[in-house]
C-alpha cells in the first residue's frame, strides 16, 4: 500500500472466548489474513462491552472476564480485503464484522537488518 492510496478498513468485533477448532477465532482470523498477504491486521482487548445479546461484559465482574469484548482490525486494498471476506463466514459464529473506506497515510515496515559481517 501507497500513501494517499485508499484502502479498507475490515473491523470485527468478537467475544474473547470465541473459539475455532480449539483455538480463539480471533488468533485464527489473523494467521489467515496473514497467510493471504494482508497489509496488516490487529487485535484489541476491551475493558467492557456488549453486543447483541445486550449482556455487559467486563472486566469488574471475575465471573464474565473471560467474555470480554475483542476487535480485530485489518486494512488492505479493497479488493483483498473483500477477497478475504468469504473466510469470516465459516470463522464468525457471533459478533459483527463492518468495513470502513479508509486513506492510508503511511505505511512503512520496519527494515530488517543485515547480519553481521
Not at 473483500?82 to 463492518?98: H, K, M, N, S
Amino acid at each position: 500500500m501507497k500513501p494517499h492510496e485508499m484502502a479498507l478498513r475490515l473491523t470485527i468485533y468478537l467475544g474473547e472466548a470465541d473459539q475455532w477448532h480449539h483455538r480463539p477465532v480471533y488468533t485464527e482470523i489473523v494467521h489467515r489474513a496473514h497467510a493471504a498477504g494482508l497489509a496488516g491486521a490487529a487485535v484489541f482487548r476491551g475493558f467492557e462491552g456488549f453486543g447483541a445479546s445486550h449482556h455487559i461484559h467486563t472486566t469488574r465482574m471475575l465471573s464474565v472476564s473471560e467474555h470480554l469484548p475483542v476487535t480485530v482490525v485489518i486494512v488492505d486494498t479493497e479488493d483483498r480485503v473483500r477477497a478475504f471476506l468469504p473466510q469470516l463466514d465459516e470463522l464468525i459464529q457471533t459478533g459483527l464484522a463492518i468495513l470502513d473506506p479508509v486513506e492510508v497515510v503511511r505505511y512503512v515496515g520496519r527494515r530488517t537488518q543485515a547480519p553481521a559481517s
